[in-house]
């Protein structure tokens, strides 16, 4: 590995180290691409010293990775018997703006996590929310005045309510709505909050959508209740699907991941599989490319860096397969994290892991080994957030606040 060396003579406070150039925007779940990815890292040519904490908020309760467009910061919470999305000053933390509204209790298995698990979507001026009982929000972006407020299936929800993110994706806001047994992938128009088109083939499980283009067309692929699917994202047309039903104690919670015309997907107690999407005249086709049954996330979705496939597995172990092939590349001992609970970010040569615990662990994007090059705290409380990494320093939504490190 060409910076291993480095690496291995400085403390994982380096791995937060950028240019002085602001970094990426981080507009949505899993970053500006939907893949966990961020752009633009160099690594130090000397250690930092350390971190130092810029500040932190109160927010609120929840999960919800916070949405960084230019300098401010977006974050979505329940306080009370409300939820908030919250407008920040990245710089300083201070309130630009909120919005509230009434929220629905959060009872029986979900009722650990009252607060909204969703990520805001922040595109052409707009916020997009779903809340933990499926009120889906638009509000604009600068004021935060409500553009449109929608909530198609009320009083429906998956068992532990609703985690799937919402997206934005040509002038519409697309979100998985319902469950059990009774929902919809539904498109909003953006500016009307108009429904643009709905696939109510299936309800929602607690995975998010995708945009990509398969075979040729724009799609929204999506894992549901019982299947992993995509449709046209010009009008909802179901194209192809393949059945993927969970069992007892097991989810459809992660992400698909797309590379060119394939599509990867995977469910604890399931493995994780790729297919290949083809099309023969109007019949979109999977095709089954492999298939690895040894290892599978329950929660945290995987990253895909140069050709290999890293995860945290249903037992909090981290794992890297070939995405080629879907060999097995390695399985660490050591798990983590608890009950598969947690998120991973590629900055390129180094994978950053954010288990539950609070603690950050960075390892190389390499498939020879689990080799660790740091691990250090950044949350004393419970951390199912991504972490929102940037040149100008990471973002860290815990228990009930929000706070931004930076380097000394």
Same mark, same amino acid.
């Given at each position: 590995?060409?910076?291993?060396?480095?690496?291995?003579?400085?403390?994982?406070?380096?791995?937060?180290?950028?240019?002085?150039?602001?970094?990426?925007?981080?507009?949505?779940?899993?970053?500006?691409?939907?893949?966990?990815?961020?752009?633009?890292?160099?690594?130090?040519?000397?250690?930092?010293?350390?971190?130092?904490?810029?500040?932190?908020?109160?927010?609120?309760?929840?999960?919800?990775?916070?949405?960084?467009?230019?300098?401010?910061?977006?974050?979505?919470?329940?306080?009370?018997?409300?939820?908030?999305?919250?407008?920040?000053?990245?710089?300083?933390?201070?309130?630009?703006?909120?919005?509230?509204?009434?929220?629905?209790?959060?009872?029986?298995?979900?009722?650990?996590?009252?607060?909204?698990?969703?990520?805001?979507?922040?595109?052409?001026?707009?916020?997009?929310?779903?809340?933990?009982?499926?009120?889906?929000?638009?509000?604009?972006?600068?004021?935060?005045?409500?553009?449109?407020?929608?909530?198609?299936?009320?009083?429906?929800?998956?068992?532990?309510?609703?985690?799937?993110?919402?997206?934005?994706?040509?002038? @519409?806001?697309?979100?998985?709505?319902?469950?059990?047994?009774?929902?919809?992938? @539904?498109?909003?128009?953006?500016?009307?909050?108009?429904?643009? %088109?709905?696939?109510?083939?299936?309800?929602?499980?607690?995975?998010?959508?995708?945009?990509?283009?398969?075979?040729?067309?724009?799609?929204?692929?999506?894992?549901?209740?019982?299947?992993?699917?995509?449709?046209?994202?010009?009008?909802?047309?179901? =194209? %192809?699907?393949?059945?993927?039903?969970?069992?007892?104690?097991?989810?459809?919670?992660?992400?698909?991941?797309?590379?060119?015309?394939?599509?990867?997907?995977?469910?604890?107690?399931?493995?994780?599989?790729?297919?290949?999407?083809?099309?023969?005249?109007?019949?979109?086709?999977?095709?089954?490319?492999?298939?690895?049954?040894?290892?599978?996330?329950?929660?945290?979705?995987?990253?895909?860096?140069?050709?290999?496939?890293?995860? @945290?597995?249903?037992?909090?172990?981290?794992?890297? =397969?070939?995405?080629?092939?879907?060999?097995?590349? %390695?399985?660490?001992?050591?798990?983590?994290?608890?009950?598969?609970?947690?998120?991973?970010?590629?900055?390129?040569?180094?994978?950053?892991?954010?288990?539950?615990?609070?603690?950050?662990?960075?390892?190389?994007?390499?498939?020879?080994?689990?080799?660790?090059?740091?691990?250090?705290?950044?949350?004393?409380?419970?951390?199912?957030?991504?972490?929102?990494?940037?040149?100008?320093?990471?973002?860290?939504?815990?228990?009930?606040?929000?706070?931004? =490190?930076?380097?000394?």
């Amino acid at each position: 590995m060409r910076t291993a060396w480095r690496w291995a003579t400085v403390t994982g406070i380096a791995v937060l180290c950028m240019s002085s150039v602001f970094g990426q925007d981080w507009p949505q779940w899993r970053g500006p691409n939907r893949d966990g990815r961020v752009e633009g890292y160099l690594l130090p040519g000397t250690p930092p010293s350390g971190l130092a904490e810029a500040w932190s908020v109160a927010v609120g309760a929840g999960d919800a990775t916070p949405a960084l467009v230019g300098d401010r910061l977006y974050v979505f919470t329940r306080q009370g018997d409300e939820e908030v999305t919250t407008c920040l000053s990245a710089a300083d933390g201070s309130k630009v703006w909120e919005d509230r509204y009434a929220a629905a209790a959060v009872v029986g298995a979900g009722a650990r996590h009252p607060g909204p698990r969703s990520s805001p979507a922040v595109a052409e001026g707009k916020v997009v929310t779903l809340g933990v009982a499926g009120i889906v929000s638009c509000l604009d972006a600068a004021t935060g005045a409500v553009a449109w407020r929608k909530d198609p299936f009320p009083n429906v929800v998956p068992m532990f309510f609703t985690s799937s993110s919402p997206l934005i994706a040509d002038g @519409m806001a697309v979100a998985f709505l319902g469950g059990q047994g009774d929902g919809a992938l @539904m498109a909003f128009d953006l500016a009307t909050g108009e429904v643009a %088109w709905q696939c109510a083939d299936e309800a929602a499980e607690y995975g998010s959508p995708v945009v990509a283009t398969l075979a040729g067309t724009r799609q929204i692929v999506t894992l549901s209740e019982a299947s992993v699917f995509g449709v046209d994202a010009a009008d909802g047309t179901l =194209l %192809w699907r393949i059945p993927f039903p969970v069992a007892r104690r097991s989810y459809n919670s992660a992400t698909p991941i797309v590379s060119g015309d394939t599509v990867i997907y995977a469910g604890s107690g399931r493995g994780t599989h790729a297919v290949r999407i083809e099309k023969q005249g109007d019949v979109f086709t999977p095709v089954a490319v492999w298939t690895n049954a040894e290892v599978a996330p329950q929660f945290a979705t995987p990253v895909l860096e140069g050709g290999l496939l890293f995860g @945290m597995s249903d037992a909090g172990n981290l794992y890297c =397969l070939n995405a080629g092939t879907g060999a097995t590349a %390695w399985v660490d001992a050591n798990p983590v994290g608890q009950g598969g609970f947690g998120s991973l970010v590629s900055l390129g040569e180094v994978i950053v892991a954010l288990p539950s615990t609070g603690e950050v662990i960075a390892i190389e994007a390499t498939g020879e080994a689990c080799t660790e090059v740091g691990r250090f705290r950044v949350a004393d409380t419970p951390t199912y957030a991504h972490p929102v990494i940037t040149a100008g320093g990471v973002y860290i939504k815990d228990e009930g606040s929000v706070r931004r =490190l930076t380097l000394n």
